[in-house]
DNA sequence: GTTGACCTTCCCCTTTGGGGAGGGTTTATG
DNA sequence: CATAAACCCTCCCCAAAGGGGAAGGTCAAC
């Protein structure tokens, strides 16, 4: 398969696939005569992994050790529920720190009236 | 005062005090005889208004436009309030893809036993 | 045999910071 | 007065995870 099929079923683009080739996150690919990636299917399962990897907000590091735990049939599930753990601790903190913002924001805005007038809390609030 | 007096009074660092007026988010700062950047109070005030803007997650666009209200005693409140409801639309948005993020991936590694056994739903669910 | 759809590498851009080099200035201390 | 520390300057590089697009090679179909 070239790059483009590839990108299309993995969902991954060509774009991206070369990049995560050049950072190590995947070996490099087999190149036909001409010079063009040549992939498997098994190459396109990994890019879906990364794909799905991706939408749960793990980092591409991360991502890397999870590939590598995925190919090791010897693999120990706890190293695998680590980097998941860490991750959720790191989205907790994320989402607090915008609900904190959330917070802020909409009492001022509730503040507000929003209207033709130059009065604004939310301004006086941000000069305080 | 010099830069790294307003940095240390304002919360600002002097790399970004440059920053933000190379990106043109504050005007340029007078220069003394040898070249230093010379500031005012009212300078260590704008740098404060950044820095709270900033803490409330708007971007320096925002932020831009912010500043040009506050200083802009004919504005109306409701240009001000549009700016922060739409952040507050982004912010929500991003909190929700966090919580979705974090939904799938509690449930995985609740079911993932993470002892020194290969078997992880984490990984399988990342392979589907 | 040409055109269009692919593919290649290379460089630039985003955003909001930070690190550090190389070199000039000011201030304090001996 | 000299020197060292603490400033300041500009310029370039880095992060993360993408994307845009140029210049040029290749393949397939008509």
Not at 28 to 54: C, L, M, P, Q, W
Not at 70 to 90: C, D, G, L, P
Request: hydrophobic residues 35%; glycine residues 4%.
């Amino acid at each position: 398969m070239n790059i483009g099929e590839v990108a299309k079923i993995s969902g991954v683009s060509a774009k991206m696939i070369r990049k995560y080739e050049d950072s190590g996150l995947v070996p490099k690919a087999k190149r036909n005569v001409s010079g063009y990636r040549s992939y498997s299917e098994n190459d396109v399962h990994s890019f879906r992994f990364i794909k799905t990897a991706r939408s749960l907000g793990f980092s591409l590091k991360d991502i890397k050790e999870l590939l590598s735990l995925w190919k090791n049939k010897k693999r120990a599930s706890s190293n695998v529920k680590k980097i998941a753990q860490i991750h959720i601790e790191q989205l907790e903190l994320k989402v607090n720190e915008i609900n904190t913002m959330l917070n802020t924001l909409k009492h001022l805005t509730k503040n507000c009236h929003g209207d033709d007038r130059p009065e604004c809390p939310i301004l006086d609030s941000l000069s305080e």
